[in-house]
């Protein structure tokens, strides 16, 4: 019998864990993966998108990395080094004393009527039961909340969900010589990125339209989507990090659609790092580094709690009392088509807030559910207003809110939705949270 079991190790899960472990609860920390940081390591996701406006697990996190001189400062959220970033949450997951279990799915709920008594999992050893007090679902798809009969939400009014992306890595790459390049083709795409001291064109697909336009006529391009202007970011010397390329028409709650990403990615990856190394300057001598072996998935469910934080929430800085965390990252839809001119989100597409919104604990607790909360990319918001909470820096402060929340469920001996909501915000407080 544990206190709390989480699944999903990610940036949600492993904050949850760590935060409710630190108040001496017996916290369980399920992940499919053989690590903890899903996008962030797996996925080769090198930004912490969403800023510090949070501070609390986020700025504890940072100030461990750069004892590893594992950060660096991109424009879009700082940087990080995946496998250190690998290590530093085991670390802090052991010193808090989390028990972690790898190369374990969860793939169902232990229910009595509509109260949570655990979950199921599955690994090596067979389907196994876990029973809990509490159970936190950060599985990014709210698998175990929706396998307990939580009612969801998924993609836009015709069911079309954002495309995917197969994130890698080039290096032996010459900056210098890729900078003044890409200078020439300003026009067709501009716009800057900075970095630390340096700053330099956005070195994306899209700017390179012409020469694009060139190679398809060579019938050196099969691949279909090379619209995305998904960007290269700056990692280890020498090294890019890009944001490439899209697969249409994923779901990421089904294997065989993630399965046909990870191919059609893959495949994609590889030509496009032929179209740098024969057309772009600088590229001559390049080579891939790595593909991330996690697809990259935007928006899969979600579930629909006490309160459905809205596009209009995020946008005009709504105020709640049940406040947990804050946001400041933009509404960011990816058309379904991969054009970014899909009706159905072309009006609300890259809106930014007018000041700080917030997020409200309601938005964890799964309606019409007892002894659960959810946490990341599943909490209960509207299509627009997941497209800016989803990101990681986000996701940190909403797990770290569930862990605790958990934390003083078990030890109140109440339920999630039975938390004085005061008593939670005073203990992020003085965990160093701003709210």
Known sequence: MKDIVIIGGGPSGTAAAISAARFGVKVLLVEQQGYLGGMLTGGLLSPILGGEINKGFYLELIKKLKKYDAIFEPAYGRGQNPEYMKLVLEEMCQEAKVELLYYTLGVGALTEGNIIKGIKIASKSGIQEVKARIVIDCSGDGDIAYRAGAKYEKGDKRGKLMPVTLRFILGNIDIKKAIAFTRRYQQEYPGDIKCSNLTYPQIALSTFESLIKKAKEKNEIHSADWAYAGFAMPGRPGELVFNNPYVLNIDGTKPEDLTRAQIEGRRFVFEIARFFKKYIDGFQNSYIVAISPLVGVRETRRIIGD???????????????????????????????????????????LQYPSKPSEIPYRCLLPRGLENILVAGRCISSTRDANSALRVTANCFAIGQAAGTAAAIAVRRKITPREVDIKELQENLRAQGVEI
């Open 307 to 349: 309160y459905i934080i809205t596009g209009k929430d995020i946008l005009q800085g709504t105020t709640f009392k049940d406040v947990i965390a804050r946001n400041t990252y933009m509404i960011d839809l990816h058309s379904s088509d991969g054009s970014r001119k899909d009706e159905t989100d072309r009006k609300i597409n």
